[in-house]
């Protein structure tokens, strides 16, 4: 009997065993759900100011309205557009590493303005972006976790402004991804937040995502600085640029450099900026009216509470010396005591 046990239990181990095998095998190549590492294929192009609205009109013609332009891309390609808002709050750490790492942390909020039942309108995310993964400067890492905001918040994490807002069950694997590039998420803080005005083209094969050509029009501000850019995004589908074969991903690749290559001919004045947004926004604020914002974001006071604080106490410590200037003033002009003669003697 014992022996028939031991049997049946080392049969059911090793069904297990396979079983677990079998998942932890699919979650190294399945790019599907969080705490997975996709691979993104982007370029990003900078528009010129005066360029906005042009660009954006032969974008849509030539990727949209031009079936036949489209079909020389690919005979089986498919195509349609949309219009988003993107809100995306960026975080780091108080010395920048992540600025450093020219990556970023983002809690993304996501609108469609085009079609508000769209099932990812009002979608909201966490996400990692790692640059400088390969050889390929146009390659980046992109992993996602889910929010969840906290109903009572209980502990410091669910009221940390960055940790509190990742759905609890994903915390530590967020967490550890984090570590695993030197960044302690803890000491994270809300840096500055970007709005993005996208129409997004997209292009999709027999039905199923291939690439999209994102026009993003920025906005960014903190304090009284503000600033404005737009670029352009060609991106090949990172779900389906992880999954593929090499075979594949090559494939992709040329219709991607066909797709920037038609618009750098275009537009020659368009020129490659593989800035990310974070950087770019904040070195442009920087460069503005804001030279002090690495002091700011060193010393937590970037948000706009803050900027109300510090001018407060700029306000009163003006209003103080005023004051005390004033009374200075006003008794070196009393008139001085006469002292009375003394009498003759």
């Not at 994270?188 to 027999?206: A, F, K, Q």
């Not at 593989?274 to 030279?291: M, V």
């Not at 009374?327 to 002009?333: A, I, Q, T, V």
Request: glycine content about 4%.
């Amino acid at each position: 009997m014992r022996h028939t046990l031991f049997l049946l239990a080392t049969l059911l181990a090793g069904l297990w065993s396979t079983r677990v095998t079998a998942q932890s095998q699919e979650d190294e190549t399945d790019a599907h759900g969080y705490d997975k590492v996709r691979i993104e294929q982007e370029d990003k192009l900078l528009v010129p100011p005066d360029l906005v609205e042009e660009v954006w009109q032969h974008l849509k013609k030539r990727l949209v309205d031009d079936q036949e332009f489209v079909r020389s891309l690919d005979a089986k390609f498919s195509t349609s557009w949309s219009e988003e808002q993107f809100t995306d709050t960026y975080y780091d750490t108080p010395d920048m590493k992540m600025y450093a790492l020219k990556s970023g942390v983002r809690h993304r909020r996501r609108v469609s303005l085009s079609n508000p039942e769209d099932r990812k309108s009002g979608r909201e995310l966490m996400q990692i972006k790692l640059n400088d993964i390969s050889s390929n400067e146009l390659e980046r890492a992109e992993i996602k976790f889910d929010i969840e905001y906290p109903r009572n918040p209980s502990s410091a994490i669910d009221r940390h402004p960055l940790l509190g807002i990742v759905k609890p069950e994903h915390r530590e694997p967020f967490r550890e991804r984090l570590r695993e590039i030197g960044v302690d998420a803890e000491v994270m803080r809300p840096v500055l937040t970007v709005n993005d005005l996208r129409r997004r083209i997209y292009l999709l094969r027999d039905g199923k995502p291939f690439m999209s050509v994102s026009h993003d029009q920025v906005t960014s501000s903190v304090w009284w600085a503000t600033t404005h850019f737009c670029e352009i995004e060609p991106e090949l589908n990172e779900i389906g640029f992880t999954e593929a074969t090499p075979e594949e991903r090559a494939y992709m690749e040329t219709v991607l450099k066909r797709v920037v290559g038609e618009i750098e001919s275009t537009f020659p004045r368009i020129q490659r900026d593989l800035t990310p947004k974070y950087n770019k926004a904040f070195e442009r604020l920087e460069a503005g009216s804001l030279p002090f914002f690495r002091t700011l974001v060193r010393t937590g006071l970037q948000d706009q509470d803050h900027m109300y604080m510090v001018l407060g106490l700029v306000v009163a410590a003006l209003a103080g010396a005023g004051w005390w200037l004033g009374r200075l003033r006003s008794r070196r002009r009393a008139p001085r005591a006469r002292v009375a003669d003394a009498p003759a003697t």
